[in-house]
C-alpha cells in the first residue's frame, strides 16, 4: 500500500532538541497490519479513501465506523483486522497526506523566488498556510486533537519530516535577514512562522471556539492581518524591557 509503513514509535527528544514545527502532527504510531496480497492492500485502500471521502464535509467524531465499511464496500472485520479502533486511522490518513505536502512544498521551494520583498514573501507564506489548512480542515482538525490528546505519540522522526517540510518557508523569510530587526534571525524567524500558523490553525480547524468564532474576518483580511502581524515582529526594533 503506497505511502503506509510500520514504524515504531518513539517520544520526542529532549526539550533542548525541541524546535518549533508550523504543522504538528501525530506520528506514526498505529498498529497497522500491512496486508501481503493485492486483494487486501485493496480493501485498506478503499476504507482510507471512504474515510476521506466522509471527511469532506464531516468532522472525523461524526463519523461511524459503520458508514466508513459501507462506503468502502467491505464489512467490519474487515476493519478492525487493521485497525484497532477508529482513532487508529488517523495516523494512517496523515502518511498519505505527508506524501502530498511534502510533494507540495517541494513544489512550493520551486516558486519561492516569486516573493521579492519581506512583505510579499510573508503574504505568499501566509496564503500557502491557510490553502492548507484550507483544503483538508476536517482531516487537519482530527489529527490536530489526536495530536493534542495523544502527544506521545509525536515521534522524533515526525517533528524531524516536519521541520524539513517547512524549509522553504523559514528560507524564504531568511532571504530577507538585513529587514529583520531582531538580534537572532533565525529564532526570529522559527518564532514568526510559529505564530502565523497557530493563528491560521485557531482561526481555519477550530473556528467554533470561543476565540476564533469572536474574531470575524474574511479569507483575505485574515491573510492580510496575519501577514501584518508577521512583518511587524520580524522588523520591529528596541529592546523588550
Known sequence: MRGIRMIRARRAGSPETERYSVLTVPARTATLRLPLQERSRRTLARLLDATEALLVDRRFEEIRI?????RARTSVGAFYARFRDKDALLPA?????DEELGRRM??????????GRLEGAA???VRELLRLFRERTNLMRALALYARAHAE????????R???????FREALLAHRA???HPDPQRAVELALFFAASALRERVLFADSTHAASTRLTDSELVRETTRMLVGYLTVSGGVP
Open 162 to 168: 516536519r521541520e524539513r517540510q517547512v524549509t522553504v
Open 66 to 70: 459503520e458508514e466508513i465499511v459501507r
Open 123 to 125: 503574504a505568499w507564506i
Open 179 to 181: 529587514r529583520i530587526a
Open 106 to 115: 517541494r513544489a512550493l521551494e520551486r516558486r519561492s523566488g516569486d516573493a
Open 153 to 160: 505519540a509525536i515521534g522524533t522522526e515526525a517533528r524531524v
Open 93 to 97: 490518513l496523515y502518511e498519505r497526506y
